[in-house]
């Protein structure tokens, strides 16, 4: 709830103008320029690919995203054993592939929510053991083989010279480093560190 925010704004949440501040899931107000705004002002096609509750909750982030595929869904209980990355990626890769026939260039977010929840040894990926650190590998090897036929898709002729990939995390994950496990509950480095790829 604040991350996102965070990310798709370009500020610390801290900064970022919210209708309600301390809501659970309060939403940034429209004064708030999304990337997605920045995107679609400059004439880009703006998508989003998701299957996650959340994004069904997160008013005001949305702003300047023309077409916000959030099928798939689950709620929050049955969220903690989706596995949806087989499908995110059928959906992005079939977007991508409608979209390099175009003449419009475009901005796509996807959004994996596994690793996340209650980790699970993925039948289909590495299982590296037992342990919830062990699940939580397995959860990530899930999703790196869902993400190959992507980055097949993005390294071919139609994309490889003029296409900018960024990978990112919104949070990081705690295994007992101090005490507790998952994320959301303090500022250790192993909570608030994320990923970022270009």
């Not at 992005?92 to 390099?100: C, G, K, N």
């Not at 994320?183 to 608030?192: N, P, S």
Request: negative net charge; proline residues 4%.
């Amino acid at each position: 709830p604040r991350s996102m925010p965070a990310i798709f704004t370009g500020r610390y949440a801290s900064r970022v103008a919210w209708q309600k501040r301390f809501a659970n899931y309060g939403a940034p107000t429209d004064e708030n320029e999304t990337i997605f705004e920045v995107f679609a002002q400059a004439g880009f096609a703006t998508e989003a690919q998701t299957a996650h509750w959340y994004w069904d909750k997160a008013a005001g982030i949305k702003q300047g995203v023309q077409v916000w595929d959030n099928r798939g869904a689950l709620s929050i209980k049955e969220s903690n054993t989706q596995s949806a990355a087989p499908s995110i990626t059928e959906r992005l890769v079939a977007r991508l592939d409608a979209l390099a026939k175009g003449d419009q260039p475009f901005f796509v977010f996807a959004h994996y929510f596994d690793p996340h929840g209650r980790y699970m040894n993925q039948k289909r990926a590495k299982i590296f053991g037992t342990k919830l650190m062990d699940k939580y590998d397995s959860e990530i090897a899930f999703v790196d083989r869902h993400l190959k036929p992507v980055f097949d898709v993005l390294d071919s002729p139609a994309f490889r010279e003029d296409t900018v990939v960024v990978l990112f995390s919104d949070h990081g994950e705690a295994f007992k480093e101090h005490g507790v496990l998952f994320h959301g509950r303090h500022l250790y480095e192993e909570e608030i560190r994320a990923t970022l790829f270009l």
